[in-house]
């Protein structure tokens, strides 16, 4: 299995409901680093999993409306707890979508998975992986 991965980091504000979440529940930032990683068994015509400047632009895509934001605000995400595996499967869901509509260019088609992984800190990640 090949496999190329890309990277951006978004900054948000959020906080959680449930006795789960200690302080987190009340309004508190986060800086997590996004790593998105596409899958394939065999190469493209051009010897590449995807192309790496579309899979990067796909990802700022994906988290421009998320960045410098407080997602307790954002409409799709009311009543949601925007934990960090939650978000990954939101990310995870853009991505596979822009695999599907060919905005990762030719051969994107041929991805078969996606991982996406969020890093909260140095000691703390969570990821959400599925077939395209």
Known sequence: MYAVEVRDHIMIAHSFKGELFGPAQRLHGATFVVDVAFFRETLTV????VDIGRAHDALKATLAPLNYQNLDEIEQFKGRQTTTEFLSRHIFDAMAAAARSGALGPGGEGIS?????LHESHVARAWFEGAV
């Open 113 to 117: 998975r996606i991982r996406v992984t």
């Open 46 to 49: 051009d010897e590449v999993v």
